[in-house]
């Protein structure tokens, strides 16, 4: 049974969501033309490339590819190539700080504590991002409300100190997302057909069981409140209202 099979359920005001993410995309491409989105090449990001193609507005797309991805994932990549006839940027992490962590740490320095799994995220992921929204004043997310407690009450739109960043679909279900994918037939992860709905690096994320919670595959071995790897953590980061949310109130 595919991931199709399985979650292919949209919520009542699914018609409703798709307008709104794309009228939302088109109004901060008019504010903020220098757009790019960040894809984990995970179901949502399947989802947001096509609403931003739906959208007719410019912005690239890119990806951390931090050394430990599922050869599932990088798979994704050639498959948006040749959809959209674009080129997916790929940022690396610098290969000496792997290097000299690994021989510091050991390859297994994400499971001895946070603190060694949080300093590996860094390397691989949080400082390619800051080379990868160079030059941006935007960046897009698939970030969803009902991803986990952390996100709950993620924002459709944030300041954050250098560039906005746009989640269009904060409140989309899960059910909502595949009933998209499905829709438009968009190419996607086939470890979503193995019961991973999170994916991550590889030695960070597994399957889940009946019963899990969405994200109980990433850093299991972690309490709840600490599974976040930097990306999306913006404390100093401020909540925006978007017109269409002045319009609606």
Same mark, same amino acid.
């Given at each position: 049974m595919s991931a199709i099979d399985l979650y292919n359920r949209p919520s009542a005001d699914f018609n409703a969501k798709v307008e709104r993410a794309i009228a939302l995309l088109r109004e901060q491409a008019a504010l903020h033309p220098k757009l790019t989105q960040a894809s984990s090449l995970g179901a949502e990001d399947m989802v947001v490339t096509h609403l931003i193609h739906l959208a007719g507005i410019e912005a690239s797309v890119f990806v951390l590819e931090t050394g430990k991805l599922h050869a599932e994932t990088l798979a994704v990549i050639p498959q948006i190539e040749q959809r959209y006839a674009t080129s997916v940027r790929v940022f690396r992490p610098r290969q000496e700080a792997v290097v000299h962590f690994v021989r510091k740490n050991g390859e297994d320095a994400m499971y001895r504590s946070i603190e060694l799994r949080k300093a590996c995220c860094d390397l691989r992921k949080m400082e390619p991002l800051s080379r990868a929204l160079e030059g941006h004043d935007g960046w897009i @997310?698939?970030?969803?409300?009902?991803?986990s407690n952390a996100r709950a009450d993620v924002a459709e739109v944030v300041q954050e100190p250098a560039r906005v960043k746009i989640s269009p679909l904060v409140d989309w279900t899960w059910g909502d997302v595949w009933h998209f994918i499905a829709t438009h037939d968009l190419p996607y992860n086939a470890l %979503?057909?193995?019961?991973?709905?999170?994916?991550?690096?590889?030695?960070? @994320?597994?399957?889940?069981?009946?019963?899990?919670?969405?994200?109980?595959?990433?850093?299991?071995?972690?309490?709840?409140?600490?599974?976040?790897?930097?990306? %999306?953590?913006?404390?100093?980061?401020?909540?925006?209202?978007?017109s269409l949310e002045r319009t609606s109130a």
């Amino acid at each position: 049974m595919s991931a199709i099979d399985l979650y292919n359920r949209p919520s009542a005001d699914f018609n409703a969501k798709v307008e709104r993410a794309i009228a939302l995309l088109r109004e901060q491409a008019a504010l903020h033309p220098k757009l790019t989105q960040a894809s984990s090449l995970g179901a949502e990001d399947m989802v947001v490339t096509h609403l931003i193609h739906l959208a007719g507005i410019e912005a690239s797309v890119f990806v951390l590819e931090t050394g430990k991805l599922h050869a599932e994932t990088l798979a994704v990549i050639p498959q948006i190539e040749q959809r959209y006839a674009t080129s997916v940027r790929v940022f690396r992490p610098r290969q000496e700080a792997v290097v000299h962590f690994v021989r510091k740490n050991g390859e297994d320095a994400m499971y001895r504590s946070i603190e060694l799994r949080k300093a590996c995220c860094d390397l691989r992921k949080m400082e390619p991002l800051s080379r990868a929204l160079e030059g941006h004043d935007g960046w897009i @997310t698939g970030l969803r409300r009902e991803q986990s407690n952390a996100r709950a009450d993620v924002a459709e739109v944030v300041q954050e100190p250098a560039r906005v960043k746009i989640s269009p679909l904060v409140d989309w279900t899960w059910g909502d997302v595949w009933h998209f994918i499905a829709t438009h037939d968009l190419p996607y992860n086939a470890l %979503h057909d193995r019961f991973f709905p999170s994916i991550g690096c590889e030695p960070c @994320t597994r399957a889940i069981s009946v019963g899990e919670d969405f994200r109980a595959g990433r850093w299991w071995w972690e309490q709840e409140s600490a599974k976040e790897c930097g990306l %999306h953590v913006q404390p100093e980061a401020s909540p925006l209202v978007s017109s269409l949310e002045r319009t609606s109130a």
